[in-house]
């Protein structure tokens, strides 16, 4: 699942889009995507000490979190309520309720992607930032 992608869309002006295809014509990069995600990884490694400093300061959970229904069952058990902080991806099993979802969740707030059934996501979206 880690290894997932998400679809972005983005709008180029003409001169921008033909510098681009005049480096992937020259072999500089194999497609117009593999420039993106190179300008893309190269700019997360410029800012990468930003972006530690600030996962450190707002105690977010850097990578993929999964809650299934047993974890969410249990914590529902054990009277806890979840704020959830996710730089990366935050996945609720399919198997999971609206009700079961509601009944955990305080909040929910994902830089990155949200995975989890139409139902649920109706459900928690007061909740999600």
């Known amino acids: 699942m880690a290894?997932?992608?998400?679809?972005?869309?983005?709008n180029l002006g003409p001169v921008d889009l033909g510098q681009i295809d005049l480096l992937v014509e020259e072999g500089f990069y194999s497609n117009r995507t593999d420039f993106i995600r190179t300008a893309i990884r190269n700019q997360l490694a410029v800012h990468a000490e930003a972006v530690k400093q600030t996962v450190a300061r707002k105690t977010l959970v850097l990578g993929l979190q999964r809650f299934s229904r047993a974890d969410l069952e249990?914590?529902?058990k054990a009277g806890e309520r979840l704020q959830v902080r996710v730089l990366g991806l935050v996945t609720i099993d399919d198997d999971v309720s609206p009700e079961l979802a509601l009944a955990v969740f305080d909040e929910?707030?994902?830089?990155?992607?949200?995975?989890?059934?139409?139902?649920?996501?109706?459900a928690l979206a007061g909740r999600i930032r």
């Open 108 to 122: 929910i707030q994902v830089l990155g992607a949200f995975h989890a059934s139409g139902p649920v996501k109706q």
């Open 3 to 10: 290894g997932e992608t998400e679809k972005l869309t983005l």
């Open 74 to 76: 249990e914590r529902r």
